[in-house]
Structures are given as structure tokens and as C-alpha cells.
């Protein structure tokens, strides 16, 4: 998959996450963090909570357990999971959203390798 985003966004920092084969940058704010993903192969979420979070999805599809409430968002449509609600899902292959974490620790950025 080609990346979807655009230089002003691939130049950000790229985010540290549990998963492989993904695309995504984090732009940092004091007390929130904004992350720009695009997922290449499917990936189960396991069920976890954290501060609020806010997602619209640009490509694919996302199946979201949401305090047991099970929906598949497509692209344009939004999500909203709120402060230790518990969540679980999956991320199709092709998968692409702007996801605020309400929370400015959600993620880390990635290290640089050293050359």
C-alpha cells in the first residue's frame, strides 16, 4: 500500500506501536496526541482502555467492540470511545484514520536506527 499522507504529515515523528507492517506519524500536542495510521495487513486489537480517543476513518474498515457494542466503521464515518471504556477490534488490511488520544502519552515516537 502506497502511503496515503501527504509530506507535511510523513515528515512528522513516526509512532512506536505494538503491530507490524503500519504507517504512522504522531503530531504532539501538551496534552493530547493526534496519529495519522494506515495498517497494511489485518490486526487484531485485543480488549484494553485508556483516556478518551476520537477517530475518523479515510480508507478500509475497523471492526469496533465498544463497551460490547459491536460496529464496522468505513470511510468517513467516526468513532468515539470515552475514559476506561473498555474496547476491542480489528484493523483490516487497507485500513487508514486520524485518531485523537486524549492523552499525551499514548504513544512514543520511534527511535531513529542508527546508521
Known sequence: M????????????????????????????????????????????????????????LEGKIELTINGVKNIYTKGDRYFIEKDVKHSGKIFAGYADITFFNQKDRYNTKLKKQK
Open 2 to 57: 502506497s502511503n496515503l499522507f501527504p509530506e507535511p504529515i510523513s515528515n512528522l515523528p513516526e509512532a512506536d506501536m505494538p503491530f507490524s507492517n503500519y504507517q504512522a506519524y504522531l503530531s504532539q500536542g501538551e496534552n493530547h496526541q493526534i496519529i495519522f495510521m494506515q495498517f497494511n495487513e489485518d490486526i487484531d486489537l485485543p480488549e484494553h482502555s485508556h483516556e478518551s480517543q476520537w477517530g475518523i476513518v
